[in-house]
């Protein structure tokens, strides 16, 4: 990983298509004091147009497909999905739901997979610089 | 430069002009450093409301009469039993009236 410097703070949209909130409850903790992400600059923000990252957990449920695509297309480019969590990398426990569509890349493509159930914050945390890793490399395509 | 001056503060309206000007300059310069990565007429200019479809905007749009609609629903009774004689039509308007007053004059002379 060859990340020295942050160049800019990163937003982060979460959004649940279907989890149990149990890794919600981690990425919650990764804003408490212990873990303390923002004082790096990454904070949740409450509309994917101030995004740069798309954090998703649970699997996709199918009431909720036309909402995962349309805040996919709210992100402005260039954007990073992430995935928190088994049950939006590959259906978890709840691979076999009838009510479901399934993980998350069979909607939207994803960049990012923390898998864990649910995943501990270093992970996440880790799985956030990756994003961040991949979020620049992207800007810099564009300027190019 | 004219200033009126009340004792315990002071009106310049050139220097308010002044500080406006400064603060639009500022803003315009943070404008301008802003995000310009949207690509415009797609959805990443879209209305965000909560990831659901956004209706079009004469259905969005909330009419005043909405303040009322607690009343409405309320009283729609009432108010359905009193627009049934408002048709608009001045002869009916007269003869409720003389209905009503024929009503009370016979109520007057019984009651006398």
């Known amino acids: 990983m060859n990340l020295k410097a942050f160049n800019r703070a990163l937003w982060v949209y979460h959004m649940n298509t279907g989890s149990c909130n149990g890794c919600d409850i981690e990425i919650l903790a990764v804003l408490t004091p212990r873990y303390d992400v923002e004082r790096f600059g990454i904070m949740l923000v409450g509309s994917p147009r101030h995004a740069d990252v798309l954090l998703v957990t649970g699997p996709v449920a199918r009431s909720m497909e036309d909402t995962v695509k349309r805040i996919y297309a709210q992100v402005p480019d260039p954007k990073v999905v992430m995935v928190v969590g088994n049950c939006g990398a590959e259906g978890g426990v709840f691979h076999e739901a009838y009510s479901l569509i399934g993980p998350v890349d069979q909607v939207i493509p994803v960049d990012v997979y923390v898998p864990g159930c649910p995943p501990r914050p270093e992970a996440i945390i880790h799985g956030v610089v990756m994003a961040w890793v991949k979020l620049e490399k992207l800007a810099k395509q564009e300027v190019t | ?112």
């Open chain 2, 1 to 112: 430069m004219s200033a009126l001056d009340y004792g315990y503060a002071v009106w310049a309206p050139i220097v308010w002009i002044i500080a406006l000007v400064v603060i639009g300059i500022l803003v315009l310069i943070w404008r301008s450093r802003g995000q310009k990565s949207y690509k415009k007429g797609t959805a990443q200019t879209d209305i965000f409301l909560s990831g659901t479809k956004v209706p079009p905007e004469e259905e969005r749009h909330v009419k005043a009469e909405n303040i009322y609609w607690g009343f409405f629903e309320a009283l729609k009774g009432l108010y359905r039993a009193m627009m049934k004689p408002h048709t608009g039509i001045v002869n009916d308007y007269l003869l409720w009236f003389v209905a009503i007053l024929t009503i009370f004059i016979l109520i007057l002379v019984l009651a006398s």
